[in-house]
């Protein structure tokens, strides 16, 4: 298999990254939204990306510039895919929403395409069926910020054909990620399962006004000597998937713990435009957060 032609479907903070980084490593990338408003913003997002893909490993304005130019915009699905080799997918971690998007997408995706979801939680056996082509679907996880953070898991269900495996491990290689393969489905794959938890833990302590998020993630940060706080991981992840994954554990569990940092997510950050590094402002304000100024950790 011999991937040239990409369509990454949802334009957000992670989706904006995947279609660039596959972009500037010299394929044809089409870039699915569910509106024009949506894409519009996924090219101010793409661009915003320039300064870190210029500091962080080196890439030249030139450079940068000619992998905007092979991105390619689309708000309806049928001409964002009608070309596609691989369809990756990065839209909201809503079961209902992924089930739906994969419905419509099997009808209007040519025989060839592969599926690839970039679900950080979900298991790709939980949306095979609707696929209508479990043999050529996968997952493909990014982490964020994948320029410098270029881990790319790709993880099987059972029904899985070997050759989609090794095309998508390939094709990771080739848009410069280090490949993890998965021998078998695990939720949270193997960084969320590792990360996550953590995450948990340190909403938890918030929302039980323990202490607040610059102690939480001074805490880590001295303790560790990692480079930020699981608050400003949140911020890069993005507040709207933070909410997502939260809501979906009140839903499930009804523990009153979880509609309480539902709600806190939802009121105080989301509400208020507050959504993350995206929209400069979330536990932190950007682009001088507290946490990286000098005397933070004293």
Same mark, same amino acid.
């Given at each position: 298999?011999?991937?040239k032609? =990409?369509?990454?479907?949802?334009?957000g903070? *992670?989706g /904006?990254?995947?279609?660039?980084?596959?972009?500037?490593?010299g394929?044809?990338? /089409?870039v699915?939204? @569910?509106? #024009?408003?949506?894409l519009?913003?996924?090219?101010e997002?793409?661009?915003s990306?320039?300064?870190?893909?210029?500091?962080d =490993?080196?890439?030249?304005?030139?450079?940068?510039?000619?992998g905007f130019?092979r991105?390619?915009?689309?708000?309806?699905?049928?001409e964002?895919?009608?070309? $596609?080799?691989l369809?990756?997918?990065?839209i909201?971690?809503?079961?209902?929403?992924?089930?739906?998007?994969?419905?419509?997408?099997?009808?209007?995706?040519? #025989?060839?395409?592969i599926?690839?979801?970039? /679900? /950080?939680?979900?298991?790709?056996?939980?949306?095979?069926?609707?696929?209508?082509?479990?043999?050529?679907? @996968?997952?493909?996880?990014?982490?964020n910020? @994948?320029?410098?953070?270029?881990?790319?898991?790709?993880?099987?269900?059972p029904?899985?054909?070997? $050759?989609?495996?090794?095309?998508?491990?390939?094709?990771?290689?080739?848009i410069?990620?280090?490949?993890?393969?998965?021998?078998?489905?695990?939720p949270?794959? =193997?960084?969320?399962?590792?990360?996550?938890? *953590?995450?948990?833990?340190?909403?938890m302590? *918030?929302?039980?006004?323990?202490?607040?998020?610059?102690?939480? #993630?001074?805490?880590?940060?001295?303790?560790?000597g990692?480079?930020?706080?699981?608050?400003?991981i949140?911020?890069?992840?993005? =507040?709207?998937?933070?909410?997502?994954?939260v809501?979906?554990?009140?839903?499930?569990t009804?523990?009153?713990e979880?509609?309480?940092?539902?709600?806190?997510?939802?009121?105080?950050y989301? #509400?208020?435009?507050? *959504?993350?590094?995206?929209?400069?402002?979330?536990?932190?304000t950007?682009?001088?957060?507290?946490?990286?100024?000098?005397?933070?950790?004293?």
């Amino acid at each position: 298999m011999n991937f040239k032609k =990409i369509t990454v479907a949802g334009s957000g903070v *992670l989706g /904006s990254q995947i279609a660039f980084q596959t972009a500037l490593k010299g394929f044809d990338v /089409s870039v699915y939204d @569910i509106t #024009d408003e949506a894409l519009a913003k996924a090219k101010e997002l793409i661009h915003s990306l320039q300064p870190y893909y210029e500091k962080d =490993i080196g890439t030249t304005a030139e450079e940068f510039e000619a992998g905007f130019r092979r991105l390619s915009f689309y708000s309806n699905l049928g001409e964002a895919v009608k070309d $596609a080799d691989l369809v990756i997918e990065a839209i909201p971690e809503v079961v209902s929403i992924k089930t739906s998007f994969y419905e419509e997408l099997g009808k209007v995706a040519p #025989d060839k395409t592969i599926f690839a979801t970039n /679900s /950080s939680t979900l298991l790709p056996s939980q949306f095979a069926e609707a696929t209508e082509r479990p043999e050529q679907f @996968i997952a493909l996880h990014f982490a964020n910020e @994948i320029w410098k953070n270029n881990t790319a898991e790709v993880m099987r269900h059972p029904g899985t054909g070997q $050759a989609v495996f090794d095309a998508v491990i390939q094709f990771a290689r080739e848009i410069g990620m280090v490949p993890l393969p998965l021998k078998k489905e695990q939720p949270g794959y =193997i960084l969320n399962s590792l990360l996550v938890p *953590l995450l948990d833990a340190a909403e938890m302590l *918030l929302v039980k006004e323990v202490a607040d998020v610059q102690t939480i #993630d001074k805490t880590w940060m001295i303790a560790t000597g990692a480079p930020m706080g699981p608050f400003a991981i949140l911020d890069v992840v993005g =507040i709207t998937t933070a909410y997502n994954i939260v809501k979906m554990k009140a839903d499930a569990t009804g523990q009153e713990e979880f509609k309480k940092l539902a709600d806190l997510l939802k009121n105080e950050y989301i #509400d208020k435009g507050k *959504l993350g590094r995206e929209t400069g402002e979330g536990f932190y304000t950007y682009p001088d957060p507290e946490f990286a100024k000098p005397g933070f950790l004293k």
